[in-house]
């Protein structure tokens, strides 16, 4: 199986000898402006440049290493100083240690820093002393969900609104670090050729994403995100063996796609809102019968495109076996620091209530995905998602990915013409056993508790 490595990084001699060892084969393509179109699934992507086409299994973004770009104006003179980590989901380590560094050094000259990110990465070697460090020096954390930055062109100082998804704050200042896009205008050229969505100003839509290190929302490509400037750094080898393995492992599988998308031609009025709404590139016109197509492959049965298309021509196929379950069984995933301990308290109560019961314990109510929702529906009636109550959360909006996995895993149900009302999903902390016993009998059970 041949890998095709998208761009001209450091550490393409190491991704190459790595992939060697596992028996896969690569075609470079270092000037990506020679790239005219990438097409098709994973299993079979068909890269056309100028001069030739390639046929390649999965693909593989080499992004530079991304720095912290200073845009400030008048940076020295000034006071108050902006970080701000634009990624839409977790920074990677080294970034996120790049950024404290800087944050403790400025605080150090007397300045006032304040430190923006969408998602606190803690997880990273010495990660958490840099940020103790950074609190008792006094740079303020702020944890963003928009922000809107202008620039007056006559004083040159910025002017940032910030959102927290409560309320908005505004910062003034001449001095701004953010991050730069991995790959500068590649990044930007990639993700069009790989149909990924840039919101403005940052490397991705909260959708369609190559950002997190090394996978992406796009089944067959890999994104390495170059790490820090200098020494390959351990971030990229880390990177690079869990893609390496990643593409090893599934190019041996010979499974096929159980669910998918599938487009009714004669219904399909070929408008291209599914195109456009798909999160995965699932969709491609299919111009002999002007209609669209899926590729089953690349499709993840999210249910986007059944919920926006306007003549109602997409199924979800291949749900049958969610159908069939153990009635009056129910599989509880909950979140160790609240769900959990409540869950505890009543595993009695309930244990006798239903047929058959299994309770599931994660670190962070955000692990759980819509797809295993969903896939946990083929052995049980019910699935409920027990998390931590807003603002409790120890993950950084660990809760809020949690609902929002269920929202997609019902949407998906909906789109399949199934009943919704079989995932549940609930916020409580560990002193409210009672509540969720409770909202167990009102909610999942529907009918009344011998309790
Ligand atoms: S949204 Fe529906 S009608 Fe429009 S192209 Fe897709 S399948 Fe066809
Ligand atoms: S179900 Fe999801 S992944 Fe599949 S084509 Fe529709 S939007 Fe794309």
Redesign the pocket.
């Known amino acids: 199986m041949k890998v095709a490595v998208l761009g001209n990084s450091r550490y393409n001699g190491i991704l190459k000898e790595q992939l060697s060892k596992e028996g896969l084969s690569t075609e470079f393509f270092e000037n990506i402006d020679e790239i005219k179109s990438i097409s098709g699934e994973a299993g079979a992507f068909l890269i056309k440049t100028q001069k030739n086409a390639v046929e390649a299994g999965y693909v593989i973004v080499a992004g530079d290493p991304s720095t912290l770009e200073d845009s400030s104006t008048a940076q020295e003179s000034e006071r108050q100083v902006v970080i701000l980590l634009d990624y839409p989901e977790e920074s990677p380590a080294y970034m996120t240690e790049t950024a404290l560094t800087k944050a403790i050094r400025l605080a150090g000259k007397q300045k006032k820093v304040f430190y923006l990110s969408k998602f606190m990465r803690i997880s990273g070697n010495g990660l958490e002393e840099l940020y103790k460090q950074a609190r008792n020096m006094g740079v303020a954390f702020i944890r963003y969900t928009g922000i809107d930055i202008s620039r007056d062109n006559c004083t040159g100082m910025f002017h940032l609104n910030i959102s927290d998804g409560y309320d908005e704050i505004g910062i003034d200042t001449f001095s701004l670090i953010k991050t730069r896009a991995a790959g500068g205008n590649n990044a930007a050229r990639l993700s069009g050729l790989l149909k990924f969505k840039l919101d403005k100003g940052t490397y991705a839509s909260g959708s369609s994403y190559f950002l997190s290190p090394s996978v992406t929302s796009r089944k067959g490509v890999y994104f390495l995100d170059g790490a820090s400037a200098g020494n390959l750094g351990e971030e990229i080898i880390r990177q690079i063996r869990f893609t390496v393995s990643e593409i090893s492992s599934n190019s041996a599988k010979t499974c096929e796609q159980t669910e998918?998308?599938e487009v009714d031609p004669g219904k399909c009025a070929f408008c291209y809102t599914?195109y456009r709404?798909?999160?995965?590139s699932?969709?491609i016109p299919d111009y002999g019968n002007s209609a669209m197509k899926?590729l089953n492959k690349?499709?993840?049965?999210?249910?986007?495109?059944?919920s926006v298309c306007p003549a109602d021509a997409?199924k979800?196929k291949g749900m049958d076996s969610v159908v069939k379950t153990v009635p009056n069984s129910l599989m509880v995933y909950c979140c160790e620091n609240s769900g959990e301990i409540a869950v505890n308290r009543i595993a009695d109560e309930i244990a006798g209530i239903f047929e058959k019961i299994s309770i599931a314990s994660v670190s962070c109510g955000g692990e759980i995905s819509a797809e295993k929702i969903v896939d946990a529906l083929k052995s049980y009636e019910k699935v409920l998602y027990v998390t931590c109550k807003d603002d409790a959360c120890r993950h950084f909006d660990g809760n809020k990915r949690a609902r929002l996995q269920t929202d997609r895993a019902k949407e998906m149900l909906r789109?399949a013409g199934l009943d919704d009302s079989r995932i549940v999903y609930m916020q409580v902390s560990h002193a409210m056993p009672n509540v969720l016993r409770d909202n167990i009998r009102d909610l999942v059970l529907q009918r009344q508790l011998p309790i």
């Open positions: 998918y998308a599914c709404a798909c999160p995965h699932a969709m899926n690349a499709c993840q049965a999210c249910g986007i495109c059944v997409i979800i789109s």
